[in-house]
Nanobody, 120 residues
Framework: QVQLRDSGGGLVQTGGSLRLSCAASGRTPSSRAMGWFRQAPGKEREFVAAITWSGGQTVYADSVKGRFTISRDNAKNTGYLQMNSLVPEDTAVYYC?????????????WGQGTQVTVSS
């Protein structure tokens, strides 16, 4: 079992920045790929970004490329999502997830979610 606790959400103005954190605990969390998803009101959950366990490969949704950066610190069992140049369309509940591979993250473990609100 892997437990994930995501945090760092909040209210920010358009153009602002936030850094989300995902603290992992339990069975070998550092050996898992990690990722972030988001769900806006009335919409389905969508993929945002993912990173392999080594940090050597990252993947981003087109909507966040160039603005968001995913990273991880395996010594701290923590993943991060640095979000810059935020726009109102980024408003959503953000969830971190962990799985054996980038492709299976959504089938693994999930955090409880953290709210990000971007005001215009």
């Amino acid at each position: 079992q892997v437990q994930l606790r995501d945090s760092g959400g909040g209210l920010v103005q358009t153009g602002g920045s936030l850094r989300l954190s995902c603290a992992a605990s339990g069975r070998t969390p550092s050996s898992r790929a990690m990722g972030w998803f988001r769900q806006a009101p009335g919409k389905e959950r969508e993929f945002v970004a993912a990173i392999t366990w080594s940090g050597g490969q990252t993947v981003y949704a087109d909507s966040v490329k160039g603005r968001f950066t995913i990273s991880r610190d395996n010594a701290k069992n923590t993943g991060y999502l640095q979000m810059n140049s935020l726009v109102p369309e980024d408003t959503a509940v953000y969830y971190c997830a962990a799985g054996y591979t980038i492709g299976t993250i959504s089938q693994g473990y999930w955090g409880q979610g953290t709210q990000v609100t971007v005001s215009s």
